[in-house]
């Protein structure tokens, strides 16, 4: 099975801009998780979403936002970006059903977002 | 709200020395997950444990699943360069799954 996929895998962008970063999930996975990653820093859960729906939410202002369509992709914006938004997002699915590996997640390799 | 601690928080050994690092936590969680990040990668899970008290094993890496599920415990033996990285317990539970802070790893030839 193929794995997660982000795109792009490097991004620079201006100060005030927005992005749009994709994910594509795993085969028959459901579920989409997005986290921010600044250097030195943990995972910081920004959101998941499961059949189109978002499930939960982390504590990120409302410029952060995302979406997943009927295929399990999912893209995540950032409107008027700050230089605090430069960083490391990385997507994660999952199956989200079906037992004990349900809630495995399995991270891409990231977009590297640069904000000048 | 529901937090995962790791220690140590970074650890610096000498290859071939094996390696212990803990996850605790005051809630109880349902499955343990331990993954290993790679510097500017995404992270890669390495073990999965379902059951209070199960032990796991994958190559020179082995984890345990705390009695009281609230804890985890993982192992490296024999050390080598590409060991080299954050190490992240998270725990799943109801619909959440919670990352721990990171150990990191650097291993010194």
């Known amino acids: 099975k193929a794995g997660v996929t982000q795109t792009p895998r490097y991004l620079i962008k201006t100060r005030g801009q927005q992005v749009t970063l994709s994910c594509s999930p795993i085969s028959g996975h459901r579920s989409v998780s997005w986290y921010q990653q600044t250097p030195g820093q943990g995972l910081q859960f920004l959101f998941e979403?499961?059949?189109?729906?978002?499930?939960n939410k982390g504590n990120f202002p409302g410029r952060f936002s995302g979406r997943q369509f009927s295929n399990s992709r999912s893209e995540m914006n950032v409107s008027t970006l700050e230089l605090g938004d430069s960083a490391l997002y990385l997507c994660a699915s999952s199956l989200r059903t079906g037992g004990l590996r349900a809630y495995e997640q399995y991270f891409g390799p990231g977009t590297r977002l640069t904000v000048t | 709200g529901q937090q995962l601690n790791q220690s140590p928080q970074s650890m610096f050994i000498q290859e071939g020395e094996d390696v212990s690092m803990n996850c605790t936590s005051s809630?109880?969680?349902?499955?343990w997950l331990w993954y290993k990040q790679d510097p500017g990668e995404g992270p890669v899970l390495l073990i999965a444990?379902?059951?209070?008290?199960e032990l796991t094993s994958n190559g020179r890496l082995t984890a345990q699943f705390g009695i009281t599920r609230k804890d985890s415990f993982l192992n490296i033996s024999a050390s080598i360069p590409s060991d080299v990285g954050i190490y992240f317990c998270?725990?799943?539970?109801?619909?959440?799954?919670?990352f721990g802070p990171g150990t990191s790893l650097s291993v010194i030839p």
């Open positions: 979403y499961f059949s189109e729906t978002q499930r």
């Open positions: 809630s109880i969680f349902n499955t």
């Open positions: 444990l379902y059951k209070a008290g």
């Open positions: 998270a725990g799943t539970s109801y619909d959440k799954v919670i």
